[in-house]
Every structure is written in structure tokens, then in C-alpha cells.
């Protein structure tokens, strides 16, 4: 898949039902790069921006570190299309921006609003993920119950196929009971722990409901021609306390394509060698080994 001409999203491909879609909503700042702009904005105020903007209106916005993701879950829609013109199960993308219409995006699907919380609407839009680059709008929106996480600005690549999507484990796609449990009781206690509870089944941890309507599309295909591939990286160790993770993902019926057990090593490199077009990590250490590498990631905070 060739770097695009320009950074026209086009969000109409089709009219989706909210309940089947999923309904990525991406902020501004998430999806363009507009450092610049923020800083004048936080430096001079909301009139000096306006006017910038205005002045600018023709000029095409940089690509921002979500927009290769969201790019490459359009090319998916039409591969969906090619076999079902009818098929419902697709991406649908929602900018949300609390700035003026005249800030020159050519985007059909847009959400301008001027609450301080823009994240209320993000239920009614039937929203499975929330990206922004601002960490109180990511809060909310995990309070509401909304996938959401923490995008870092970073320089991004050109986008290619398949669509990638990296996941780690606790705290992420699974709850952060054992995460408490190594806090409390350090490594001994959590693979003690995690021993007991084998057979039962990890809580719900805040990607998973993204993850399993991602799933649900990831089914459409067969395993060698999908335009999906997801993985699970997690510091977890394989032989102690990889066993209910696994388990887990088969008791939710999520198939994932890799699972990668670290043991405590960095991610950095197996996610220098996946290349996915977004890593959802808890930790920032993570967030910051994979953004070392060039890997475009979102954090999702444990605590707000």
C-alpha cells in the first residue's frame, strides 16, 4: 500500500448501523500532526489558532501518528465490500474537534464540539475505541466505558498491509487483578496466584471490548488471506503464567494471530520486527521502548 498523495480521510464509505460498525473516533491531534498549532495555541490563546487556521485553510494537515491505522482500517472496508457490497461489519471512522469547521480537513464525518468534555457523545455515536492526544479526554472516556487510550506524537511511517494491532496483556485486554497482586505480594506471590486461579478465567481488562469487535471482523477471513493480524505482547512469562492468558482469550472465543510472552524482556524489538500500526501498552516504559523502535502506540492509563 502506497504512502497516500495527501491526508484526506474519506469516512463515507457506507451507512452503518452504530451497533454493527466499529466506530473508531479519533481526535484531531490524534490523527494529524499538530504540534505546531497546539503550541501556538497554548502559547497565545484560541484566537491566534483561529486565525493560523484560517490562514492555512488550503493547506493539506501532516499525517499524525493514528492516521496510518486509520488509513489501513479503511483499506479493510473495502476489502470487506469487494465480497459483500451489503456487509455492515466495517470500520467507521468519527473525528472529533473542538476547533472551528475552517480548519481545512477535508474529512465528510466530522464532530465539532465546544464542551470541555467531548467524550459524552462518544456512547450515543456507539464508539468501540477513542484515541486522543489529550490524557483527560482518554480518562473520561474509560469512565464511560469507551476503549480509549493516550496517543504520543511521533513521526510516522507509510502505511501498509495488513492492518496490525498489537495488544498487551494485564491491564490492557485483561484486567489488572494480578498486576496488584505482583505490586502486594511481588513475582512469587503473582505466579502463586496465578497457579490458584488457572482455570478461571481474567477479568475484562479496558481494549477488550475493541479487541472482540476487532476479532468479529478478523473472523470474515480466512487466516491466510485476512488484511488483519493481531497480537498479544505481553511481559507475562510463557511456562508460569502464560497458561491463563491463554486460556482466557480461548474462554472469551478471541483468537489472537501471535502471542509474544516476554518474561520481563523489553518489547522494543518483537515489536520492531511486527511493525503494528498501533501497540496499546499500560506501561510507559513500554510506550517508550516502542516508540525507540518507530512503533506507533497508545497508552492506556491504570489510573486517572
Keep these: 500500500m502506497a504512502e497516500p498523495e495527501s491526508t484526506v480521510i474519506n469516512t463515507d464509505v457506507k451507512q452503518k448501523d452504530p451497533s454493527e460498525a466499529l466506530v ?10 499538530l504540534e505546531e498549532e497546539h503550541k501556538l495555541y497554548l502559547e497565545k490563546g484560541k484566537e491566534a489558532y483561529a486565525r493560523h487556521q484560517q490562514a492555512n ?18 483499506y479493510v472496508n473495502e476489502k470487506i465490500l469487494e465480497s459483500n457490497p451489503a456487509e455492515k461489519d466495517l470500520f467507521d471512522i468519527l473525528v472529533l474537534s473542538n476547533n472551528s469547521p475552517e480548519s481545512g480537513l477535508e474529512i465528510s464525518k466530522f464532530c465539532f464540539v465546544s464542551d470541555e468534555d ?7 455515536h456507539g464508539v468501540k475505541l477513542f484515541l486522543s492526544a489529550d490524557r483527560t479526554d482518554v480518562c473520561n472516556a474509560l469512565r464511560r466505558g469507551v476503549s ?9 511511517q507509510a502505511p ?26 511481588g513475582l512469587e506471590g503473582a505466579v502463586q496466584y496465578e497457579r490458584a486461579m488457572e482455570a478461571v478465567p481474567m477479568g475484562e481488562g479496558p481494549m477488550k471490548a475493541f479487541a472482540m469487535h476487532l476479532g468479529k471482523i478478523r473472523k470474515m477471513f480466512s487466516q491466510e488471506k485476512s488484511p488483519i493480524r493481531t497480537y498479544l505482547v505481553t511481559a507475562r512469562g510463557g511456562r508460569d503464567m502464560g497458561i491463563r492468558a491463554i486460556k482466557t482469550l480461548r474462554e472469551w472465543g478471541l483468537a489472537i494471530d501471535e502471542a509474544f510472552f516476554m518474561d520481563g524482556a523489553p518489547k522494543g524489538p518483537i515489536l520492531a520486527q511486527i511493525q503494528p ?10 510506550i517508550q521502548g516502542a516508540q525507540d523502535v518507530g512503533v506507533p502506540s497508545a497508552w492506556v492509563p491504570s489510573y486517572c
Design 277 to 286: 500500526h498501533i501497540f496499546f501498552d499500560d506501561g510507559l516504559h513500554n
Design 148 to 156: 480509549a487510550a493516550l496517543v504520543f506524537h511521533q513521526e510516522v
Design 24 to 33: 473508531i473516533a479519533v481526535t484531531t491531534r490524534a490523527i494529524f500532526n
Design 160 to 185: 501498509s498491509i495488513p492492518l496490525r494491532v498489537a495488544f498487551d496483556g494485564d491491564a490492557v485486554l485483561f484486567s489488572d487483578e494480578t498486576d496488584q497482586v505482583f505490586r502486594e505480594q
Design 57 to 74: 485553510h488550503d493547506k493539506p494537515l501532516p499525517p499524525g501518528t493514528a492516521f496510518a491505522f486509520v488509513q489501513v482500517a479503511q
Design 118 to 124: 467531548s467524550t459524552q457523545y462518544l456512547k450515543s
